[in-house]
Each structure stands twice: as C-alpha cells, then as structure tokens.
C-alpha cells in the first residue's frame, strides 16, 4: 500500500486516491461526500461557532477529515481575533493587509484545530438592502476578486483549505433559500462570476454552492454552474460544498449538478439515497467517483504540505493579532465630510468633550449569524476615546434618550460625537429562529438616531458623526447640518481604539468607499427581499450611476484625508498584451498620509453597450508631506474583454479606450488620456 507522508507530491497524491478508489465500497466512498453531522439544536443555541465540524476522511485509509470553521470576520470560534467586518477591509483597499488578516486567520483556524475555512465570501453588492453586505467587500467585480484572492493567499498557507461562497449571485438575504435569480449571459460572465474565477486562479482550495436559483436551477445542482463553467472552463480542481442544510434539495440534482459535499450532515446524500439512485441508474458510479477523489485528493493535498509553523492554541486572539485587527480598522475607517476643519480634534484645545449615542458603548461587531466572532470584550468607541485620552480631557457621554440631557451636554462642550448606526438587529443573515438579521428596512438611519444628530449639532457646531454599519446609510435630511461624518463600520475588537486615534489625528483616515452612497434610493436596482424571482441587469452601483447620470450622496472610491494629493503626469505605454499607466501623485498637505489610486478604463467609444468605465487597478501608498511618488499600475488586455454571448467567448475590442487614474470613480476626481491596443 503506498503511504500517506508529508510533502507528498501530485502524482503521489494522485496514485493514492486512485488506488484507495479502487478498495472503497460503495459506503466507504459516499462518506467522502457528506458532513459528519450537527445538532440542529446546538446550531442555533448558541453553540455553532464553538467548535469546528467534521466532514469526510477516513480512518481505514489514513485520510484526515476536512474540519470546517466560519467567518469572514475572523474565526468564529470563541476567543479568536475579530477584525472589522470584509466590507470594512474592502474600504482600505489595501491587499497586503488582508492577506496578512488571512494570514492571521489561517493560524487561528490551525490553533483551533481546523482545516478549512468558510468565510471568504465575495458576492457583489447590488444592493445596500442585502442583510449580509457587511460579510463581502464591495459593489465591483474587479476589487471583490481581488479581496477574495488575497484572503485565499494568506489563509491557504498555513495549509487551510479556503472556501470562496456563495457561489453564485447570492445577495437577498430573506429570500436565498428561494430566489430565482434571473439574468442574462454577459451579466452572468461579466459581473457575476469573475471574482469567482479569480478565487479559482488563486488556488482557493473549495467552492460554497449558493442556497438561492440561478436561471431556475439551485445553484447547488446548477449544472451549469459547477460543472460547465467552474469544473470545466475554469479546470477548477478542488471540490464543492452545499451551503448549510438547505443547500441541496434532492439526491440526484445535487449529484448531477456538479455539488460533491453535503453539509454539515447527510440528508438528501445519505448512503441509502444514493444506493437507490445508482440502482435506478438516475446516477452513475463514476460520479460518486468523481465526487469523492476531489475530495480526498484536495484533503490531502492540504494536509501531507509541510507546515511553515507550529500552531499552539496560544495564538488564538494573541497581541500581534490584535495588532493586525487594529491597524484593519484603522485603515478601513472613510472620513465622509470635514468642514471647517472640525478633525483632527486637538487635544490642546479640548477641556470637555461629549460623546452621544447608544452605539458608542456597545459590543458591536457586526451580524449575529454565521459570521458572528465570539467575543466578549470589545473596544467599544466610548472606550476607545477614554483609552486614548486618560484623565487628559473630561468625557461626558449621554445616552441620547432624553433630548433635554442632550442638549445640554452638548451644548457644554469643546466638541461633540455622535455614534449612530445599525446592528445586528437592522441587518445580517436571517435566522429565523434567533428572529435576527435580514435585509435592511430601509437605507437611512433611524428616526431617533436623526433626531440625535439633530439635537446635538444646534448646540455644538463641532458635531462630528460617526456611522457603523456594513453599507450604505443614506444621509439626505441631516448630512448638510453636520461639519463631519466618519463611517467606521463593524471595526471589530479594537475599532473604538482606531476611532480615537483617527479623531484625533494620530491616524490619518485614508479608506475609500468600497460601494456608492446613494442620494436617493429610487437609482439604486429593483430589490424585493421576499422575491420569488428578481432580474439582476448588467448595471449596478457606479456602473448604473454613470451609466444613467445619477448624482450620488458620495461616489464609489470616495474618502477624504486629513492632507491632500495632487495628480500629474498621467502616461500609458501599451506593450503587446497589457498597458502600464504611470503617474506622480503628490502630498501637498501638512501631513502625512495614505492614498488609494485607483484606475479605470472607460469604453465611451465601443460599438456594443458597455459600462462607461470600469476600475482596473488600485494601489495604497504611504505618502510624507511634500512627498512624491510615481505609481504604476498594469492592466493586461485580458481584462478589457467583454463576453460575447453569440460566440460564447471573451473578445477584446479594438477601440480608442478611454484610462482614468485618480482619487475615486468621479469625474473631476480622475485625471484622463486615451490609448489603442497593439493589433
Ligand atoms: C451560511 C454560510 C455559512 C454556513 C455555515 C450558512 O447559513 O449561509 O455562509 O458558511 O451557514 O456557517
């Protein structure tokens, strides 16, 4: 018998699986395909994310299970380190950074004594409505791939499969386990399954099936899908997983469609099932065979690797962990508005300072359903503020529930901050039996929080206004009142930390919106969270905006800095299969600072109807004042490729193309020049 041993190569690999395939029964090769099972209880009493679940292996053959942890928050498991939410880190743009929050992930997941991580979750938002925004990282395709990939990275080298879900166009929370999700080819192609592909590229180790239809089929036996396009086109090697217990809905679509793994348990994959299924020859063998050597073949890939460390349960929610979550938050923080100068507060200037709002003294941390990391302790902004200033300046905090109190408290400070938002109960995964999450009622604050903001700033003109939250808040009514509006997001176990520093300028806030702030929701996509059907178009987010000349609140790519960047010498050099645009980005501030380049490729002149331009590439950079650097970002000509559904393939125009580089999607925020490719 050959031997299972570290530092196995492919073929090694391969000749085991085939030569166990060719001793297991019928049994023993249906066990690689099923979850080994869960309480339903303990899922919902509280005790899902407390222990990693098990899911095929076997012992006769010396194959180890695949252990399953959730996130993308951190690891789900108790004590593990909490960052900001994804849609946070989607806001920093900064891709070594999560890489390294992968990297953090991946040891936390060993420590914990699993294998394989749920939580890379890079579906689009179409929409600010979806009740689990916060668990991805934007609205656009290219910067979501991006994000996915570089989780994948960090977390698959601790050798830990990563799974990328939901795959796909899961992005209405209340109706996934119905939603028929309707669209047409080059919608399909190119926004909803490129971050996909990107994932795939990046070695990300298994795909998660979507609960919800996807042209009539469920994305866990969409054939089309998982066979034709992830299987086949994409050569993808690792294996699928359903998502969790509504995930396949019959034995045969399941098999047939592509979905190796049941989980967490077998219901509809149960040895008896699929016997029955082979007998009835609605099934062959040789997809059981199929089925259950991606499995072994992916495991053991992932557990015979060396490891590059040792993983003691010491690590887990460790300080240098803490240390990463903090700097996540700190770079993820988008400073909206400041007039007048209100921020950075100066600690000189301050005696008083008021802090307003039920959220600035809560455990806060985003959605409370699979992705909830469970922690007790967190920097809550209150805290954080009172850390970082120490006996230094007196903070008075109110509640806000009694508006006379308010008024005031504010009106007797230096300085005023208003911590207004959402949490778990506006928005998250829907569980019906926690009655929590769900998608957003509506895109605005609520009423109470209005009236705070309101209250507080006819008193104290320094009214700053910090907003968490996983995606857009609307801010029409109130937005021209205040001086200064910061989102901070679910910032996780040290955000109240990061705020404080932000505040009062030790940090410079340099995220960007990973999405578009609407002015008025009536330009955002038709969404009905109790859809039975929905069409998803090919336009969403900036692209619909642009394309319909829609003023938002604050574009995608926006956020301000407590310094400022000059753009200049925009050129673009066009070799034989990408362009390479250069340019000198300035600090022209007083301080120092990060920006976020980013470029876009405009398609104005195309024969077909295509976006009017499209982000390509993004780069953060540190910058000292009067500082310049020359940035180069590189596009190959792959990614100008539109699909064309009638010849079922990926064309390249041979157009004037329009490059954009600058500080976020709006036009006077881009410098601009024109190129043609090479023939
Ligand atoms: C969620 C998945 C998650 C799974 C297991 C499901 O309800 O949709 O995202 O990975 O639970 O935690």
Not at 226 to 246: A, M, N, P, T
Not at 257 to 273: I, N, Q, S, T
Not at 491 to 517: M, Q, R, Y
Not at 581 to 596: M, P, R
């Amino acid at each position: 018998m050959i031997e299972i041993k570290k530092g196995m190569t492919e073929s090694e690999i391969e000749d085991y699986v085939n030569y166990v395939l060719e001793q297991m029964t019928l049994q023993e090769k249906v066990a690689q395909m099923i979850g080994n099972g869960i309480n339903i209880k303990v899922l919902f009493d509280g005790g899902f994310g407390k222990r990693v679940y098990d899911a095929a292996g076997s012992e006769k053959y010396n194959i180890p299970s695949f252990k399953f942890t959730d996130g993308p928050r951190g690891v789900i498991i108790p004590g593990s380190t909490c960052f900001p939410v994804s849609m946070a880190r989607g806001a920093s743009w900064d891709l070594d950074l999560e890489e390294r929050v992968g990297d953090v992930i991946g040891k936390e997941v060993r420590a914990n004594g699993g294998n394989l991580f749920g939580g890379v979750c890079i579906n689009n938002l179409r929409h600010p409505s979806w009740g689990r925004a916060q668990e991805t990282y934007g609205e656009d395709t290219f910067q979501i791939g991006e994000f996915g990939a570089a989780l994948t990275r960090g977390v698959q080298k601790h050798n830990v499969m990563a799974t990328a879900k939901h795959f796909a166009a899961n992005s209405i929370e209340k109706a996934r386990f119905k939603v028929n999700v309707k669209m047409d080819e080059r919608t399909l192609r190119e926004v909803y399954l490129p971050h996909f592909k990107r994932c795939v590229e990046e070695g990300c180790a298994t795909i998660m099936s979507a609960y919800n239809k996807v042209r009539g089929k469920y994305c866990g036996h969409n054939d089309y899908l998982l066979r034709d396009i992830l299987k086949g086109e994409w050569s993808f090697q690792g294996f699928v997983h359903s998502d969790w217990i509504h995930g396949v809905k019959d034995t045969v679509g399941g098999i047939t469609g592509g979905l190796d793994v049941e989980m967490p348990r077998a219901k509809y994959y149960k040895f008896k099932k699929i016997e029955t299924a082979l007998q009835e020859s609605k099934i062959s063998e040789t997809l059981i065979d199929e089925a259950a050597s991606r499995v072994m073949r992916t495991i053991l890939r992932y557990t015979t690797k060396e490891d590059p460390q040792t993983y003691e349960p010491s690590l887990i929610g460790c300080k240098e962990h803490r240390q990463v979550a903090l700097e996540a938050a700190e770079k993820s923080m988008v400073l909206l508005k400041n007039e007048k100068d209100v921020l950075p507060l100066d600690k000189k200037k301050i005696n008083k300072l008021a802090m307003f709002g039920k959220l600035a003294r809560v455990r806060n941390t985003g959605d409370h359903g699979s992705s909830d990391v469970n922690i007790k302790k967190v920097i809550t902004p209150l805290k954080g503020i009172r850390n970082f200033l120490g006996d230094s300046i007196e903070v008075a905090y109110d509640d806000g529930k009694d508006p006379r109190g308010v008024k005031n408290t504010a009106k007797e400070a230096d300085a005023a901050i208003v911590v207004v938002g959402l949490t778990y109960k506006d928005e998250g995964e829907y569980i019906i039996e926690k009655r929590t999450g769900g998608d957003r009622e509506n895109l605005s604050l609520h009423d109470d929080h209005i009236e705070l903001i309101k209250a507080v700033v006819s008193e104290n003109e320094k009214c700053i206004v910090v907003l968490i939250g996983g995606s857009a808040i609307t801010m029409e009514g109130w937005k021209d009142h205040v001086p200064a509006i910061l989102l901070a997001w679910y910032s996780g176990v040290e955000g109240g930390n990061a705020l404080a520093k932000i505040l009062f300028g030790d940090v410079n806030p340099g995220g960007k919106l990973p999405f578009t702030i609407p002015k008025d929701p009536q330009h955002l996509p038709f969404f009905d969270k109790n859809a039975e059907e929905i069409e998803y178009g090919y336009y969403h987010g900036y692209t619909l905006f642009d394309k319909e000349s829609y003023e938002p609140a604050f574009p995608f790519g926006y956020g301000l800095s407590y310094t400022s960047f000059n753009y200049s010498n925009l050129n673009v050099e066009v070799t034989d299969d990408k362009i390479i645009a250069t340019v000198d980005i300035k600090n022209s501030g007083k301080v120092a600072g990060d920006e976020i380049v980013q470029l876009y490729i405009g398609f104005e002149l195309s024969q077909i109807d295509r976006p009017v331009k499209l982000l390509k590439g993004f780069s953060r950079m540190n910058l000292e004042p009067n500082e310049i650097k020359p940035v180069k970002i590189e596009v190959p000509y792959k990614n100008l490729a539109w699909y064309n559904p009638k010849s079922k393939s990926w064309e390249i125009e041979q157009i004037t193309y329009t490059l954009y580089v600058g500080s976020s999607s709006r036009k006077e925020d881009l410098l601009s020049t024109q190129f043609n490719l090479r023939n």
